[in-house]
């Protein structure tokens, strides 16, 4: 085991990453994590691929310096936009020994295990939405099921969730008319993935207009258990993984705003420290 800090690495450009680290905390309580959130800068949803990879890129960096081995894109827009050129263009140069993994590819992996009839149905913002990402991963990696994805982009839902609408009339109206645009282009539909972290804080809401019958895929604990399962398959990985129970955060916005806002996606009081990315 390394003796030195050498903590996994959890980067969201907002707050929806959290949920993630959430169920990393539960699974894997011993091990070290540092949470960067780019939150000065979201949502990253909205911009281009270029800037997303920019702006990702300079977040994988800063959390290498950290000391971290290994590092999860716990975000949807920037697993989409930002990972795969990181992984085959980045990681040769600045060190080929770092990994980076994203969010999509362990919820396309574990889709087998939801569905019955192949029709899925995918809920994201307009960047994941846009670039398509899902599609194309369910096609590579559905264990030779036919798959037929049908896309929603739900560009209201993380501001909804970020400025704490979670309960308005206002919430139920564009959660209940996503969904029911998602159902009314494939009637078939059987599972759906929440193609966004920040989405399981709106569970509640969603599930008052999703059919019964129909299977829900939460990102954070299908991505927490492929970590799981990735670290025991990987031990050279596992060795480098440093573990004494340590949680730092970090943010690009102000401390006490974002200590405020993380404690309801983590659901305890946090401390962090600001930095500056670039």
């Not at 264990?143 to 501001?159: L, Y």
């Not at 970590?227 to 949680?247: A, F, I, T, W």
Request: one cysteine or more.
């Amino acid at each position: 085991m390394a003796s030195k800090f050498q903590p996994i690495g959890v980067f969201d450009s907002g707050y929806g990453g959290l949920t993630i680290l959430k169920e990393f905390l539960n699974d894997l309580p011993g091990y070290d994590f540092i949470y960067l959130g780019d939150n000065a800068r979201a949502p990253y949803g909205p911009r281009s691929f270029e800037v997303v990879y920019e702006y990702t890129l300079q977040a994988v960096k800063k959390l290498f310096e950290m000391g971290c081995p290994l590092v999860i894109l716990a975000c949807n827009t920037a697993s989409a936009k930002a990972l795969r050129n990181i992984q085959q263009n980045d990681l040769p140069k600045i060190d080929p020994e770092r990994r980076v993994l994203g969010v999509i590819r362990p919820a396309v992996e574990s889709i087998g295990d939801y569905t019955r009839n192949g029709h899925v149905g995918i809920l994201g913002t307009a960047g994941t939405v846009l670039s398509n990402s899902y599609p194309i991963e369910l096609e590579k990696w559905a264990g030779g099921m036919v798959i037929q994805t049908t896309q929603e982009a739900c560009p209201i839902w993380v501001p909804l969730v970020e400025n704490n609408e979670i309960d308005s009339p206002g919430t139920e109206y564009f959660v209940a008319k996503n969904i029911r645009n998602l159902l009314t282009a494939d009637p078939e539909i059987d599972s759906i993935i929440l193609g966004c972290t920040h989405y399981p804080l709106l569970l509640p809401v969603i599930r008052k207009f999703v059919p019964e019958g129909i299977q829900l895929l939460e990102q954070g604990k299908v991505v927490s258990s492929k970590l799981v399962e990735y670290l025991s398959n990987h031990p050279e990985m596992d060795d480098r993984c440093s573990k004494s129970g340590q949680v730092n955060y970090y943010t690009t916005e102000n401390e006490e705003i974002f200590e405020k806002n993380a404690a309801t996606f983590i659901g305890r009081a946090i401390k962090s420290e600001k930095i500056i990315l670039k």
